[in-house]
T-cell receptor, first 112, second 114 residues
Framework: NAGVTQTPKFRVLKTGQSMTLLCAQD?????MYWYRQDPGMGLRLIHY???????AKGEVPDGYNVSRLKKQNFLLGLESAAPSQTSVYFC???????????FGPGTRLTVL | AQSVTQLGSHVSVSEGALVLLRCNYS??????LFWYVQYPNQGLQLLLK??????LVKGINGFEAEFKKSETSFHLTKPSAHMSDAAEYFC????????????FGTGTQLKVEL
């Protein structure tokens, strides 16, 4: 049981480049979340999904897009990266019958 | 409006001393409350949670927290700190009517000294 995995672990982009972060979970969880963590700001919700084929905006969605084509995967896309998107990104998943979120190990993204 | 406030971005204690990390929430209706821990270069791990029932909640690694409605607080404590407790701790809430979305505090970095 791998839990929640994230790919890649590290990435450096130049301003204007695009990339996709992959989150995968093997716990058959319905809900999945993308957060960003910045110093002194805690974790802020970017987008989330309550089931396959559904997505919704969180607190800081601008500049990001997501897709949940399969229940086990939740993709976070940056179409045109900006230095303000330099952050650590965490994915989490949760079953609908519980309030506990399980977190992945994070992706450290630097945009130059 | 800030839903959850953690007082003290950095707390330092001696090994064996009491750990007290403070968390207050702002909601007229008691939310669901959580404490998560983040060890260096890792994701977050649930320490404990309060949803309903007993207001004193025990978690992993000897931590506990007490929900006090009158003080709108959910402070995290541990009687005796260990070096392995050094980490960042996050208080989080799920607000009534907020679905399952967690709102996190800004975190408290705990340092444990010999």
């Amino acid at each position: 049981n791998a839990g929640v995995t994230q790919t890649p672990k590290f990435r450096v982009l130049k301003t204007g480049q695009s990339m996709t972060l992959l989150c995968a979970q093997d716990m058959n969880h319905e809900y999945m979340y993308w957060y960003r963590q910045d110093p002194g700001m805690g974790l802020r919700l970017i987008h989330y999904s309550v089931g396959e084929g559904t997505t919704a905006k969180g607190e800081v969605p601008d500049g990001y897009n997501v897709s949940r084509l399969k229940k086990q995967n939740f993709l976070l896309g940056l179409e045109s990266a900006a230095p303000s998107q330099t952050s650590v990104y965490f994915c989490a998943s949760q079953t609908s019958g519980s309030h506990e979120q399980f977190f992945g190990p994070g992706t450290r993204l630097t945009v130059l | 409006a800030q839903s959850v406030t953690q007082l003290g971005s950095h707390v330092s204690v001696s090994e064996g001393a009491l750990v007290l990390l403070r968390c207050n929430y702002s909601s007229s209706v008691p939310p669901y409350l959580f404490w998560y821990v983040q060890y260096p270069n890792q994701g977050l791990q649930l320490l404990l949670k309060y949803t309903t029932g007993a207001t004193l909640v025990k978690g992993i690694n000897g931590f506990e927290a007490e929900f006090k409605k009158s003080e709108t607080s959910f402070h995290l404590t541990k009687p005796s700190a260990h070096m392995s407790d050094a980490a960042e701790y996050f208080c989080a809430v799920i607000l009534t009517g907020g679905g399952n979305k967690l709102t996190f505090g800004t975190g408290t970095q705990l340092k444990v000294e010999l």
